[in-house]
């Protein structure tokens, strides 16, 4: 039985880590995600993903330190997108949503971050603990401090100390906390909600912002007016571009093809 289980409805696709005891990520397990991540970014019907720990106690512990010890390096090959699958995946420009619905630390906390928008039940908790085994976070060192404040950031990476969701949400890491039970059922509805937008506004959106993550404001900005980033260009160029001026016009709802 695999260790990452796929499920699709529709046009959502549910990713499910359950490798006992705790949904720690060893090569293979990395490799395994990096497929289905690659495979939904490449499926032309698929608009948005989840991403979800097996169980009520653990999302993900992020590296697994016993497959370590039994001889998995940590620099080897992770596979496609690198650790966990997706925090390096090119081209992913479709919406991600982690439904995190547990522990989420190491590893684990990076793959959350990963997503574009986290659901975290009440009783998740975060940390960063690498510090504390000699040995750095090296995505969330690159992430964390863009997406909450520096100084508290900075203190969650030399610390690794352990934090709530209520803290998580209150430095906007977090999207929304759910009743644990309501998890699964608060990340299909906003998948759905996803799944009924515009692809390739939802891939421009993307890649704007990861090219603007790495730019001057100005210089990304003259990429984008410039269609020099290639989901731009096809936006531009579409009839999704046009429909959606269309259906405002007619005070009906667009009906978007991806095309």
Not at 188 to 196: C, I, K, T, V
Request: hydrophobic share 45%; glycine share 10%; with cysteine.
């Amino acid at each position: 039985m695999s260790v990452v289980k796929t499920e699709t409805d529709g046009s959502i696709l549910l990713v499910t880590l359950d490798r006992p005891k705790a949904n720690a990520i060893d090569l293979e397990t990395s490799r395994l995600m990096g497929e289905a991540f690659r495979d939904f970014r490449d499926h032309p019907d698929l608009r948005v993903a989840i991403i979800t720990g097996a169980g009520g106690k653990f999302f993900c512990p992020g590296w697994d330190l016993k497959a370590a010890a039994g001889g998995d390096a940590v620099d080897d090959d992770y596979g496609v997108g690198g650790f966990g699958g997706l925090q390096e995946l090119r081209g992913m420009n479709k919406p991600v949503i982690a439904a995190v619905n547990g522990i989420a630390c190491g590893g684990g906390l990076e793959l959350a971050l990963s997503a574009d928008m986290i659901l975290a039940a009440d009783h998740a908790t975060f940390a960063l603990p690498e510090i504390r085994s000699g040995t750095v976070a090296d995505a969330a060192s690159v992430k964390l401090p863009k997406r909450i404040p520096y100084h508290i950031a900075m203190e969650l990476l030399l610390t690794g100390r352990w934090f709530d969701a209520a803290e998580a949400k209150g430095w906007g890491l977090v999207n929304e906390i759910v009743p644990a039970d309501q998890l699964m059922d608060r990340a299909w509805e906003l998948a759905r909600l996803l799944a009924s937008g515009p692809p390739l506004v939802y891939a421009a959106i993307k890649e704007i912002v990861r090219d603007a993550e790495d730019s001057k404001f100005q210089d990304a900005m003259n990429r984008i007016t410039g269609r020099q980033l290639e989901t731009v260009d096809t936006l531009y160029a579409s009839d999704d571009q046009l429909e959606g001026a269309r259906a405002f016009a007619e005070k009906r709802d667009p009906v978007w093809k991806g095309k």
